[in-house]
C-alpha cells in the first residue's frame, strides 16, 4: 500500500484538531458515517478570508464574497472578491478555481464553461466520483467523516482525497459550519504543492464593493540570461480575440517580474498601430517583483520585444478579462 502524501496527513491533522477563530472541541465520531451532509445555503454577503500559496508567486490573501444567488438562470451563485487590485490578480494568476458561478444543488465549480463536482453531497466515508480540476481529471472519495463538538453546537467535517493518473493528489477538507471549504492542497506528480488554500475566518453580511473578472489566458513566457553569452532579443506575437463566451474583453490584465544581477533588460508591448501598451527597462541590481497593471480596451494583434545583456531573468503572464461588480 503506497504512503498517504504528507498533504493529506497535514489535511488529517487540521481536521482532528481544529482550534482558535474557526472554533474548536471534542470529536465525536461516533455517528460520522450515519448522518448525511445537507448543501449549504448561501446568502448574498457571506464571506470566507482565505490565504493562497503557491510556488511561483507570494503567498495571497483573498475574502471570496457571495455576490449573486440567481445566475445560470436561478441555478447558481456567483462568488467575487471583496478588493479590486485582488480580482485582478486572481485573474492573471489563475490560482482560484472557486470564483465565478458555484451551482446551488452542490456547489460545483464551473472550469471551461462546465460545472464540476469537486464536492459530492452527502459525504459519506466512502464516496467516490470524478471531476476535472485544473485542467486534471480526478478520481475523488470521501476519506473520514468527522464530528466536532465545541460545547455549544455541533458541526462535521468531510476529508477528501482526489488523484490523478500522473500521481498527482489533490486533499481538501469541507467544513458545514463554515459551508465551505477549510483547506485544499494540490500536489503534483513531483511532490511539489501547487496549491495551499487555507480557510483564515467566515462571516455573513459583508457590505461595499465586490468584484469578479471573467479571465482567460492570453500569454504567458519566461527568459532567464547567463553572463558571458551574447545580448539578447527575443520577439513574440500573440492574438486578442474575444472571450470564449463571445464577449469583448475590456481589459488585458498583466503580471510582470524581473530581476536584474549584473545585467539590464527591457520589455515592450505594441499593438497592431505600433502604440506601446507597456515598457519597461531595467538597470544592472534592480528588480521588479510581481508588478500587476491593466491595458484597457486591448486590440486585436499584439507584438512582445524582450532584450537582455548579463545576468538577467524577465517573466510575464498576461489575461484578458471582463469585469463585474456589484454592491452589496
Not at 475574502?63 to 444567488?69: F, G, I, P, S
Not at 503534483?188 to 467566515?202: I, P, R, S
Not at 463566451?245 to 505594441?270: C, H, N, P
Request: aromatic share 12%.
Amino acid at each position: 500500500m503506497r504512503a498517504l502524501p504528507s498533504s493529506l496527513l497535514v489535511l488529517l491533522l487540521i481536521a482532528t484538531s481544529f482550534a482558535g477563530c474557526l472554533g474548536g472541541g471534542d470529536d465525536d465520531d461516533s455517528n460520522s458515517e450515519d448522518e448525511p451532509f445537507n448543501v449549504p445555503t448561501w446568502e448574498i454577503g457571506d464571506w470566507w478570508l482565505y490565504t493562497f500559496t503557491t510556488p511561483e508567486f507570494s503567498d495571497d490573501t483573498a475574502r471570496l464574497v457571495v455576490a449573486e444567488n440567481d445566475t445560470e438562470e436561478g441555478t447558481a451563485y456567483n462568488l467575487a472578491i471583496s478588493n479590486h487590485v485582488e480580482a485582478r490578480r486572481h485573474a492573471a494568476l489563475n490560482h482560484n478555481p472557486f470564483l465565478g458561478r458555484i451551482t446551488h444543488d452542490n456547489l460545483s465549480a464551473y472550469e471551461n464553461g462546465i460545472p464540476q463536482p469537486v464536492f459530492q453531497f452527502p459525504f459519506q466515508k466512502g464516496d467516490s466520483w470524478n471531476f476535472t480540476l485544473f485542467a486534471v481529471e480526478w478520481d475523488a472519495y470521501v476519506l473520514e467523516v468527522h464530528i466536532h463538538n465545541d460545547g455549544v453546537t455541533s458541526y462535521r467535517t468531510a476529508v477528501i482525497v482526489a488523484s490523478a493518473a500522473d500521481g498527482s493528489t489533490l486533499s481538501y477538507i469541507f467544513d458545514e459550519d463554515a459551508g465551505f471549504l477549510r483547506s485544499l492542497i494540490w500536489t503534483d506528480a513531483d511532490g511539489v504543492e501547487q496549491l495551499n488554500m487555507q480557510l483564515a475566518t467566515f462571516g455573513t453580511g459583508h457590505e461595499g464593493e465586490v468584484w469578479f473578472i471573467r479571465a482567460s489566458d492570453l500569454y504567458a513566457g519566461s527568459w532567464d540570461h547567463d553572463s558571458g553569452v551574447p545580448d539578447a532579443e527575443i520577439r513574440d506575437t500573440f492574438f486578442v480575440g474575444d472571450h470564449p463566451s463571445g464577449e469583448e474583453y475590456d481589459e488585458m490584465i498583466y503580471y510582470l517580474s524581473a530581476k536584474m544581477g549584473g545585467g539590464t533588460g527591457s520589455l515592450t508591448l505594441r499593438d497592431h498601430g505600433s502604440v506601446s501598451a507597456l515598457e519597461r527597462a531595467w538597470q544592472p541590481g534592480e528588480s521588479e517583483e510581481g508588478q500587476l497593471g491593466e491595458i484597457n480596451s486591448p486590440s486585436q494583434d499584439y507584438t512582445l520585444t524582450i532584450t537582455q545583456s548579463g545576468d538577467s531573468e524577465i517573466s510575464i503572464i498576461i489575461a484578458g478579462g471582463i469585469t463585474f461588480s456589484w454592491v452589496l
